[in-house]
């Protein structure tokens, strides 16, 4: 039987001998393991929960990551306001996506009276704030963000709670470094007085930014574990 020689690129075989037990392991066995795994795997189920202030940009967040939605095509076309709860079904790899996207204008009030629908069951909390109205008054949205994770955790004891820090875009690009550690300064502040753990991201859906958002969400899902098609820009294999 000839054998069939199949071309890949570099980062592939560097992303599947990364994942190797042992060092005689050899790149067809590493892959052949890989696949395994993904085949005999059964999809295991995480419920994202986004909540915010209006306008923050949750919905365009939530649409082009999930979504494949073009920036240019969010920015011209503004999608309707979220009202009350909103649930979306999305499958990553081998991971199943309960998305929860919250009306910003009803936010106070669903936190009050709605709590359990948002948050029971919930693995990952995203706290999505405008930069530049974060930046006016941070002590306000880290008030916010502490009521948040008091209550998230009351209906879901491991739920991990992020700090979005969104449009980061509108920030002068001479005062953008000054931001974000003036930003990481305060966070670590947080941090250590609430004895939590808070991933913190600079983001945003423009087009010069958008690697951000794809970053964000490789590390809080850890999607770079599996090797489907459709998610080939997002590991960015130059397949």
Do not use: W
């Not at 005689?24 to 995480?46: A, C, G, N, T």
């Not at 250590?192 to 983001?203: G, N, Y």
């Amino acid at each position: 039987m000839n054998k069939i020689m199949v071309e890949i690129s570099e980062n592939l075989y560097n992303f599947v001998m990364n994942k190797r037990r042992n060092p005689y392991q050899s790149f067809e066995e590493v892959l052949e393991s890989i696949l395994k795994i993904y085949h005999i795997r059964p999809k295991s189920q995480k419920k994202i929960v986004f909540v915010g202030k209006p306008e923050v940009g949750k919905s365009s967040i939530r649409s082009c990551f999930f979504e494949f939605i073009q920036p240019k095509e969010l920015i011209t076309n503004s999608l309707e306001p979220t009202i009350g709860i909103e649930n979306y079904i999305y499958d990553l790899y081998d991971l199943k996506c309960n998305i929860v996207d919250t009306s910003g204008q009803e936010l106070e009030d669903l936190l009050m009276n709605r709590a359990e629908d948002i948050f029971i069951e919930s693995n990952l909390v995203i706290f999505v704030v405008d930069s530049i109205k974060f930046k006016e008054d941070i002590k306000h949205h880290y008030e916010l963000l502490k009521k948040i994770i008091s209550i998230a955790t009351m209906y879901s004891k491991n739920v991990v709670t992020a700090l979005f820090v969104h449009k980061i875009d509108l920030i002068s690009k001479n005062e953008i470094k000054q931001f974000k550690n003036a930003i990481m300064n305060e966070h670590r502040v947080f941090e250590l007085a609430e004895e939590v753990d808070i991933p913190l991201f600079f983001t945003s859906i423009i087009e010069d930014y958008l690697d951000t958002i794809k970053i964000a969400f490789i590390k809080l899902i850890e999607i770079e574990e599996f090797l489907m098609p459709n998610y080939r820009k997002f590991l960015d294999l130059n397949l």
